[in-house]
């Protein structure tokens, strides 16, 4: 519990005029300082308990402590601690970069309320130039937000919601509609932030590559908890690694004979031999026991997203 | 913590009047229908009733136009909310750690602002076609003028808090306005109506607004006891337990229904 800035224990949601759970007993806890990524197919419930988290929507059962904090007596406390960068961009295209900043700012209590840029004080001047020049902004800042590109408004929104320097940063599918240049650089200056204030990001993605990185994954489908671990864990929980071997056809039989003797669990697809291993040793010692003459040979690491969609299908099943 | 409350509200409010003022389609439209019912209504009413009422129908007509357009543009203003929270800036303002009766605050004082700026254009055309304004009855006129844009805001807060989208909003809106602008008395004095339209006017936020307004404008006028409906004193009594009940009511019900979906 100490270093945990987020619990959640049998958090449940039904929406009204709603059959079922739109979240339905789930409970995981968040470290302080790691990147956790919570998954999910549309329609699991991540919007859900991320409205419930950042206090915009209320539970139906269920108990939730933010940075050790009951959610539902501490809401004020709570929002000043935390910021969120929504799945649908939030903010005034009528307003320059820079006025969308100061209405956070001076909303989240930092500064005093002035009309103009010029009579702000000039901490709050220091501040934005340094966040703008983090993220690469310095020149648009002044720029009404119409004019920025999608990439541009995500990181203007990341500096803003970095302003009132929070615990705890939500991350609603941050990179959606983003390129992959703008994705990739929208990640550096996210793990710039994270190493230089040591804030605990909570992100939600459909790009499993992005949740590799993360220290802590939860994966969530129909409302509930399906996988909880490092990403490492979840994998291996799948499968971990395999091999894929092939052979001339008229070998293929005599292949399959001492693939068997090694006792390792093995499908065969399309001629292909795939054989799930631990770990690189067990990898050697099986290829050792193979004397049938291989035309293909290749090691593979699950990857997450092999996994997730691996669990996800199950569940579908079950 | 009270200078945070000011800036609080003074930022939600300095951005409505900034959207206003980069929305030239909203500026005409506003100006444009206050225009036609006063030139065209006014002054037909005036032309062929004109002498039989005995006092002027196209000032008259004008005082009701002016509080009719603040208190809608206020009601109407608030309701924007809704769609705010939907899609853009407003997800902001509600995860920031302000009240919400800070955020409808800032939100009536916003658009109580807008209003008051649609108000000066409709007192320069009055000025324009000559209507017997004095100056004194300008200045009085200002206070009732803010207080129908906070009154129409006040009652935007109750609509808000039981509409659930913007389609609602958009739907149940000409109900709501229309037959209050004819109940309320805005063009046709309402002394002589059938008692079920009566108990209907009597109801009707805007016909206290629009009285409370008229009864500043015409107070040392000859004509005040047929252009007013009750004494400033009732008008004001109802205007201030509506202002109460529909701020304060609205604003949980409002936070209830947004919290518990």
């Not at chain 1, 519990?1 to 739109?22: F, G, P, R, T």
């Not at chain 1, 959606?176 to 190493?195: C, Q």
């Not at chain 2, 109407?76 to 509600?94: K, T, Y």
Request: net charge neutral; aromatic share 10%; hydrophobic share 45%.
């Amino acid at each position: 519990m100490d270093n945990n800035v987020i619990v959640v224990e049998n958090l449940k949601k039904s929406y009204k005029k709603a059959d079922k759970n739109a979240v339905d007993g789930v409970s995981f806890q968040v470290k302080k300082g790691e990147l956790f990524a919570f998954l999910g197919p549309n329609g699991a419930g991540k919007t859900t308990t991320i409205s419930i988290l950042t206090t915009t929507l209320a539970k139906t059962s269920g108990k939730v402590f933010i940075n050790k904090m009951e959610l539902d007596k501490n809401q004020s406390a709570i929002r000043s601690k935390i910021g969120i960068i929504f799945q649908n961009p939030s903010l005034d295209p009528n307003l320059t970069g820079e006025e969308n900043i100061r209405f956070h700012s001076v909303l989240y209590g930092l500064y005093s309320f002035s009309p103009m840029y010029r009579f702000m004080s000039e901490d709050y001047k220091k501040k934005v130039a340094n966040l703008a020049k983090l993220v690469g902004l310095e020149t648009d800042i002044f720029q009404p937000t119409k004019k920025y590109s999608g990439g541009m408004k995500r990181k203007l929104e990341i500096i803003r919601s970095m302003m009132h320097s929070p615990e705890i940063l939500f991350l609603d599918e941050p990179t959606v509609g983003l390129d992959p240049e703008s994705r990739r650089n929208l990640w550096e200056y996210l793990e710039g932030i994270r190493k230089e204030t040591g804030v605990t990001m909570f992100l939600t993605t459909h790009y499993l590559d992005e949740a590799e990185d993360a220290e802590h994954i939860c994966i969530i489908n129909k409302g509930k908890l399906v996988a909880d671990g490092t990403p490492d864990e979840i994998k291996s929980s799948v499968t971990g690694e395999f091999i894929i071997m092939k052979t001339v056809p008229e070998k293929m039989k005599e292949l399959q004979t001492e693939i068997e003797r090694t006792g390792v669990r093995y499908e065969e697809e399309n001629n292909l031999f795939k054989l799930y291993i631990s770990g690189g040793e067990q990898a050697q010692d099986i290829i050792r026991n193979i004397k049938v003459k291989l035309t293909f040979l290749d090691m593979k690491r699950i990857t997450l997203e092999d996994a997730y969609l691996k669990i996800i299908k199950e569940e579908l099943l079950t | 913590m009270k200078q945070h409350l000011l800036d609080e509200i003074a930022i939600i409010a300095y951005r409505d009047f900034l959207k206003f003022l980069k929305d030239k389609s909203r500026i005409i439209a506003t100006f444009i229908f206050p225009v036609v019912f006063i030139g065209v209504l006014g002054n037909s009413l005036q032309s062929n009733l004109g002498k039989g009422v005995g006092f002027n129908l196209i000032l008259f007509t004008f005082t009701g136009v002016l509080a009719q357009t603040l208190f809608q543009s206020s009601s109407s203003g608030i309701i924007s909310l809704i769609e705010d929270r939907e899609n853009d800036f407003s997800q902001e303002i509600f995860v920031s750690p302000i009240s919400r009766y800070t955020i409808i605050l800032g939100k009536v004082v916003g658009e109580s602002l807008v209003a008051l700026a649609q108000a000066i254009g409709i007192i320069t055309f009055g000025l324009i076609i000559r209507l017997p304004i004095s100056f004194g009855q300008l200045i009085s006129i200002i206070p009732a003028l803010i207080l129908a844009c906070i009154t129409g805001a006040a009652f935007g807060v109750i609509l808000l808090s039981n509409l659930s989208s913007q389609r609602s909003a958009n739907q149940i809106f000409p109900f709501i306005f229309f037959p209050q602008i004819f109940l309320s008395g805005v063009f046709v004095p309402i002394r002589s109506l059938p008692w079920y339209l009566a108990i209907l006017a009597r109801i009707s936020p805007l016909t206290y607004v629009v009285d409370f307004v008229r009864g500043i404008f015409y107070h040392s006028d000859p004509s005040l006891t047929q252009v007013t409906l009750f004494p400033l004193w009732l008008d004001l009594l109802v205007i201030s337990g509506m202002l109460f009940i529909f701020i304060i009511a609205g604003t949980v019900m409002f936070t209830r229904n947004e919290r518990n979906r």
